[in-house]
Structure formats: structure tokens, C-alpha cells
Nanobody
């Protein structure tokens, strides 16, 4: 499975961005997917995840501001980010669960909030 993120960019605090992750391969619809981010000098953290049945889970830092969703017909994962804060700055990655961990990763897309 190949994952390709898009939609990153620069935005002022309080603004919004929508990230997309296009997945190839025929196992996307049965996979748990997630968004991670990594800020400069910090460890990568999971932002949100969505199971194949649509169940979602969010990091406390983004609850109420970010929404993860998936369009299985388009093999695409989304992350709607509202009320962005400077601390949301980082490289955002989508990932797919395989077996017992997130093993398939995209190349990342930069989000900068100023």
C-alpha cells in the first residue's frame, strides 16, 4: 500500500486546513488508519485514528478541533483541522495499521501555523 499526503501549507492561528491521504492497494477499506505529526525537536505523536468501522480516537490536544474521516470509495483519508494553533506546526503523516503496528507510512506534509 502506498500512501500520499497532500493539503499541508502555512496558515495563521485560528485558521483551518484539510489534509488528504490517498491510498493505493485493495486493503485500505479494511485497515485502521491514523494521522501522526512530528514537530521540530519532538517525538512523533499520534493525532487521530479511525478504524475500519469508522470508530475514531483523538489526542487530547486536538479534540474538538480536528476531525478524521475516510472515504472508502475514494481510498482516501482526511484530517480536517480547525482553530489551528502554533503548537500544531509540524510534519503530518498518515499511516496504516498492519498486523500489530502502523507499518505503512506516507512521506509527510508540512503544516505551519503562525
Amino acid at each position: 500500500v502506498q500512501l500520499v499526503e497532500s493539503g499541508g501549507g502555512s496558515v495563521q492561528a485560528g485558521g483551518s486546513l484539510r489534509l488528504s491521504c490517498a491510498a493505493s492497494g485493495n486493503t485500505y477499506t479494511s485497515s485502521c488508519m491514523a494521522w501522526f505529526r512530528q514537530a521540530p525537536g519532538k517525538e512523533r505523536e499520534r493525532v487521530a485514528r479511525i478504524d475500519s468501522d469508522g470508530t475514531t480516537l483523538y489526542a487530547d490536544s486536538v479534540k474538538g478541533r480536528f476531525t478524521i474521516s475516510r472515504d472508502n470509495a475514494k481510498n482516501t483519508l482526511y484530517l480536517q483541522m480547525n482553530s489551528l494553533k502554533t503548537e500544531d506546526t509540524g510534519v503530518y503523516y498518515c499511516a496504516r495499521w498492519v498486523g500489530s503496528s502502523f507499518e505503512d507510512w506516507g512521506q509527510g506534509t508540512q503544516v505551519t501555523v503562525s
